[in-house]
């Protein structure tokens, strides 16, 4: 099994950096193989990319606004649009930035394209202001890094087992 984690978000707007600082904790770990960490910052495009590789899952860790206690961690199982289903004007309002950057767009057109993963996960925070401004985090969504981190690991070691382990007296 093959397991793409992509940590997005803007560095240079607070709280929104929380997914971009996750995937840096998770790139710095052993993982188990066939996981594979990349932040894609803001850029929807650069997920995309990645996604069209051919994974059989997706952790997307970002940064959310759904009205939860600042800091909170959640598990959202993402319901992806069908642009089929859409009439053109919807298609064209949602898929105009030519950026995508948004997650949400980001699997819409991964779906379309057939290229998105059966299994897709989001792992959020809740953030305080979507509409600050500044390169640290605050305080509760910096310390909800290490509970995503948990997290991330515990899922996809659920799904492709924990890092291989060296034996040391036979190394």
């Known amino acids: 099994m093959r397991v793409l984690v992509a940590g997005v978000g803007n560095v240079l707007r607070a709280d929104d950096g929380f997914g971009v600082e996750v995937a840096r904790r998770l790139e710095a770990m ?4 066939g996981v594979r960490v990349v932040e894609t910052g803001i850029a929807g495009i650069a997920l995309l990319t990645e996604i069209q590789q051919g994974w059989d899952a997706l952790v997307v860790v970002d940064a959310v606004d759904h009205q939860r206690p600042h800091g909170s961690v959640l598990l959202i199982e993402p319901e992806v649009v069908d642009v089929h289903e859409l009439t ?4 064209s309002d949602l898929l105009a930035d030519m950026h995508l950057a948004t997650p949400d767009r980001v699997l819409m057109l991964a779906k379309a394209l057939e290229v998105l993963p059966p299994k897709v996960l989001m792992v959020g925070c809740q953030i305080e202001d979507p509409d600050a401004v500044g390169e640290q985090m605050t305080p509760p969504v910096a310390a909800a890094v290490d509970t995503a981190v948990q997290e991330v690991l515990r899922y996809v070691t659920r799904l492709v087992g924990p890092p291989d382990s060296v034996d040391v007296a036979t190394a």
């Open 30 to 33: 052993e993982l188990p193989p």
């Open 88 to 91: 053109w004007a919807q298609r």
